[in-house]
T-cell receptor, first 114, second 114 residues
């Protein structure tokens, strides 16, 4: 079945550092890819998404590019802030297969120190 | 506008007790999903409704889990004879017919079975 593998956490960085959180996927169809973020005490929020190969999703300074050749969707940000501290989840949705559900990775906890 | 709401936010149950968790989706959203998130893990799909029809219940872990959405709006996830392994955060998400990709999540219900 479909699966998502994320970089193990936790990740701790200093403010203004460059961030990469790796995400790779396995899918039998043509999935859409997502990054969701969970801030402390809050629910999951969509951060960005990409629906086809070579699409780049971006939001709040974060970016991720849908790479079909490497089955990856790595999350990047050039200069992180303390407010970016949260848990980040990579996910896929394979609509072609008729599956409406999201399949999530295990999450990566990010802590940014001032 | 109002987002997805869930109640109760926290529930403590004794082993063997029945519980009912409620989800109020965003008004007008036809699709509704339930996920289970164990501590330190990503959410895992439980079941999916389109309006009042339960189209996919492949993720329900046992016949003790039952979900309904009788009028195509509010949904209830019921767990009978709770076990300790049922302790988790239960997340509800909804999606509009127009946006085929994005699911909007509620804050979750944290269930602790003692």
């Amino acid at each position: 079945g479909d699966s998502v593998t994320q970089m193990e956490g936790p990740v701790t960085l200093s403010e203004e550092a460059f961030l990469t959180i790796n995400c790779t996927y396995t899918a039998t169809g043509y999935p859409s890819l997502f990054w969701y973020v969970q801030y402390p005490g809050e629910g999951l929020q969509l951060l960005l998404k990409a629906t086809k190969a070579d699409d780049k999703g971006s939001n709040k300074g974060f970016e991720a590019t849908y790479r079909k050749e490497t089955t990856s969707f790595h999350l990047e940000k050039g200069s992180v802030q303390v407010s970016d501290s949260a848990v980040y989840f990579c996910a896929l949705s394979d609509l072609i297969q008729g599956a409406q559900k999201l399949v999530f990775g295990q999450g990566t906890r990010l802590t940014i120190n001032p | 506008g109002a987002g997805v709401s869930q109640s109760p936010r926290y529930k403590v149950a004794k082993r063997g007790q029945d519980v009912a968790l409620r989800c109020d989706p965003i008004s007008g959203h036809v699709s509704l999903f339930w996920y289970q998130q164990a501590l330190g893990q990503g959410p895992e799909f439980l079941t999916y409704f389109q309006n009042e029809a339960q189209l996919d219940k492949s993720g329900l872990p046992s016949d003790r889990f039952f979900a309904e959405r009788p009028e195509g709006s509010v949904s209830t996830l019921k767990i009978q004879r709770t076990q300790q392994e049922d302790s988790a955060v239960y997340l509800c998400a909804s999606k509009s017919a127009g946006d085929s990709e994005t699911q909007y999540f509620g804050p979750g219900t944290r269930l602790l079975v003692l």
